[in-house]
Every structure is written in C-alpha cells, then in structure tokens.
C-alpha cells in the first residue's frame, strides 16, 4: 500500500480513537488516552505500520538496526514496530527496573527530575536506532533516551510518535534526530 494510504488510514484512526482526558493526572493536564486506539485492531495495526515507516527509506528499505520504546506506552507501539521492520526491541526503562548493567540519564519532569535508564548491551555500538513513544510532550523523556542510545555508542536516527504537543515544541530538544509526528495537536 502507498506510504500516503497507510498514514491517512493511521490519521483517521487517530482522529477517531485517542480520547482528550481533561485535568489527568493532574489540573491542567488533557491526558491523550491511546487505549480505545489500541483496542481497535485495524486503527492499531494502521498506526504501527505508520509507524514503521519512520525506519525505511523511500525504497521501502529498512534503515535502523533497533528500535527502542520508552516506558510505559512506547512499549505497546514500539514492539510491533520492531517486528514490522523485522529488528529487535529495547526497553527504556524507569530507574531502578532493568535487572542488567543500565547507562542513566536524567530527565525534567513538570515538577522536578527523574532517571531513564537503558541497559548497557541493548543496543550495539554503530547501530541505528529509532525510538517510539505515544506523545512528544516537552521532550525531556526523548532526548535523555537520545542521550542513553549514544552512551552505548549507537545512533539515534528517528523519533516515531504517534501525536506531538506542537505548543510545547519538543523538537526543540531533539537536535537533529528526525521526529516524525503522525499527527500534531
Ligand atoms: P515529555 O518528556 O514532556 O515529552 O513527555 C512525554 C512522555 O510523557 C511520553 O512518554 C508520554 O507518554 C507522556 N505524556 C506527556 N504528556 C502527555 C499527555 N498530554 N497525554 C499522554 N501522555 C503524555
């Protein structure tokens, strides 16, 4: 199917199936709820397939060696993502949870700072790795994932994400890591 297809069916499928929570988890806050999306087979096989695209080149190639999720909704949508392109998963993961030796990098919160850690053998040095998430929000969780991809001697090349926050300009963070945004609010 044509690249233009597949995206418009993901965007429709968007549209229709991620529901704004207003002041969760806290005031101020609209929650971009991806469950009822996840619930629908075709809407999340189209988004993953979206998705996927993000590592392929105009040939339809596959140009990275991993792909790498952030906890916890980057997982659900970057496994899939990994097998499409036919490449391994690696989980980013909270402080304190991967049983193995982990680079750590820290990352600002609203209110605060946190730690991200990848183990050190998740990916492998020279590998081009595409990172997934649900949400590019102010991009503190992606760019300390960038930070942990380079710490193993790897190459971060894209940042798949199925909705970008345009107010909070996240890309800002990225540098020159290709974020592709499926749909921007
Ligand atoms: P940030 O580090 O600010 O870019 O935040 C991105 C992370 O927080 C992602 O892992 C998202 O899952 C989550 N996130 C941030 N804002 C929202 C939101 N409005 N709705 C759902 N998830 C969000």
């Known amino acids: 199917m044509p690249v233009l297809d597949v995206r418009a069916r993901a965007v429709d499928a968007l549209t229709r199936l991620v529901r704004d929570i207003p002041d969760f988890p806290e005031p101020g806050i609209v929650f971009k709820d991806i469950t009822p999306l996840l619930a629908d087979a075709a809407g999340f096989g189209a988004v ?74 998740a990916v492998a040095p020279g590998d081009r790795v595409l990172l997934v998430d649900d949400v590019l929000a102010t991009g503190g969780t992606a760019a300390a994932t960038c930070d942990l991809v380079r710490r193993c001697g790897a190459e971060p090349v894209g940042f798949a994400v199925l909705m970008e926050l345009g107010f909070l300009d996240g890309r800002a963070a990225l540098g020159d890591v290709a974020v592709q945004a499926l749909q921007r609010v």
């Open 48 to 121: 993953v397939e979206a998705m996927a695209a993000a590592g392929r080149d105009e040939s339809g190639a596959v140009v990275v060696d991993k792909v790498v999720g952030m906890e916890a909704r980057g997982f659900i949508l970057a496994a899939p993502v990994a097998l499409a392109l036919g490449v391994g998963f690696a989980p980013v993961r909270k402080a304190g949870k991967l049983p193995h030796d982990t680079h750590q990098a820290d990352y600002s919160l609203e209110y605060g700072e946190a730690v991200l850690e990848l183990h050190q053998d």
